[in-house]
């Protein structure tokens, strides 16, 4: 059964660093993988979507990177700001599962 | 138009009340899901409608009851509920099902408490 980890559970970073999120997976047999943030008591919102036979995604400051075969995804962010605070989760799609990581609260300090 | 949209954003309800939970899509996708999150921890997949049949089910407690009348609403008709069925219940779609590794929208959700 997939199990997904995410490191860290939380991070705390002053405004314009930049930061990497770690998401790592048991069973490379994915179809995709996807990023998303969650506002405290909101829906989720899709930020990348990394297809199976890719290797990254870039939108704006963000871009994700896939390595199936070591089991691992990183969600970079360039130059974080006040707003970038949320809770960060990844989730793999795989033979009709979508099991989601535990999430990364970032917190990005004015 | 991304939007999923959901119905009501909260409800509360006593263990012996029906009540049901809406969504909708007009984004012309074929696959629905719904998702329960408890507090601090991530979603769970509930069930998928795939083009209106229900293609998986999560082994959900028969008091939960999805229902796909058309390929745009998604309903999750709620019977004897208990309290630890409290959470945010998500509605989600794609344009085809989870095999097909396409992008899913979420709605807001539906925060249910149970009395």
């Known amino acids: 059964k997939q199990e997904v980890t995410q490191i860290p559970a939380a991070l705390s970073v002053p405004e314009g660093e930049n930061l990497v999120l770690n998401c790592s997976f048991t069973?490379?047999?994915?179809?995709?993988l996807q990023w998303f943030r969650q506002d405290p008591g909101k829906g989720l919102t899709s930020l990348l979507l990394i297809q199976s036979s890719q290797r990254e995604q870039t939108s704006g400051r963000l871009n994700a990177s896939l390595d199936k075969s070591s089991g691992r995804s990183t969600l970079y962010i360039a130059a974080s700001q006040p707003g970038d605070s949320a809770t960060y989760l990844c989730a793999v799609i795989d033979n009709n599962d979508m099991r989601f990581g535990a999430g990364t609260r970032l917190t990005v300090k004015p | 138009d991304t939007e999923v949209t959901q119905t009501p954003k909260h409800l509360v309800m006593g263990m012996t009340n029906k009540k049901s939970l809406k969504c909708e899509q007009h984004m012309g996708h074929r696959a629905m899901y719904w998702y329960k999150q408890k507090a601090k921890k991530p979603p769970e997949l509930m069930f998928v409608y795939s083009y209106e049949k229900l293609s998986i089910n999560e082994s959900v407690p028969s008091r939960f009851s999805p229902e796909c009348p058309n390929s745009s609403l998604l309903n999750l008709h709620l019977h004897a509920l208990q309290p630890e069925d409290s959470a945010l219940y998500l509605c989600a779609s794609s344009q085809d099902g989870l095999s097909g590794g396409l992008e899913q929208y979420f709605g807001p959700g539906t925060r249910l408490t149970v009395t």
């Open positions: 069973d490379s047999a994915i179809y995709n």
